[in-house]
């Protein structure tokens, strides 16, 4: 049986970004969204970042997840290659423990947007849920994933209330 076509292309600026980025995986993977993760450098590899980003489109992908750190200027280059959604992970490390990363992330000229989440493994998992949310304007399948999770969300925010509740009588 042949793999479904990637909807959603996460890119990260090296290696040692596969770990945060792979909490977006495993949101992506919970909505049953077919993915594609790899590695290409803003920097290090600009032909692949670009030939990636350029051809997004055509191989079927509708959101890209891009991240990075230090610099971080993977998600910009991205979105400056594609029409396509790109939102952008800023990896935490480095001197200033992200905050570069995010910055330069958030601080997009008018014209080439990057929907930017938290740093590091938060952000990547909220990525994946806006990629979700994204797909799910045109998927009821994924929609209705989407409704059930935040129901389920909400449950255990009412099973710790009352928890706590309990506890204060």
Do not use: C
């Not at 040692?16 to 995986?25: C, Q, R, T, Y």
């Not at 919970?30 to 670009?50: C, D, K, Q, V």
């Not at 952000?123 to 979700?132: H, R």
Request: zero cysteines; a positive charge.
């Amino acid at each position: 049986m042949a793999k479904a076509k990637p909807r959603v292309l996460l890119l990260v600026g090296s290696a040692s970004d596969i770990p945060v980025m792979k909490k977006a995986v495993a949101v992506l993977n919970e909505f049953g969204i077919e993915n594609e993760l790899t590695i290409a450098s803003a920097h290090r590899s600009p032909e692949r970042a670009l030939k990636l980003a350029a051809g997004a489109e055509k191989r079927g992908i509708k959101v890209i997840i891009a991240g990075a750190g230090l610099a971080a200027h993977l998600a910009g280059v991205v979105a400056a290659h594609t029409s396509l959604p790109v939102l952008g992970v800023p990896m935490g490390g480095g001197p200033l423990q992200g905050l570069d990363a995010l910055l330069s992330t958030v601080q997009m000229p008018p014209g080439v947007p990057v929907g930017t989440v938290a740093i590091g493994e938060g952000g990547a998992a909220n990525a994946g849920l806006l990629a979700a949310r994204i797909l799910g304007l045109s998927d009821p399948v994924i929609a209705k994933k989407l409704t059930a999770h935040r129901a389920r969300m909400a449950a255990l925010v009412e099973e710790a209330a009352a928890a706590v509740e309990a506890d204060g009588k």
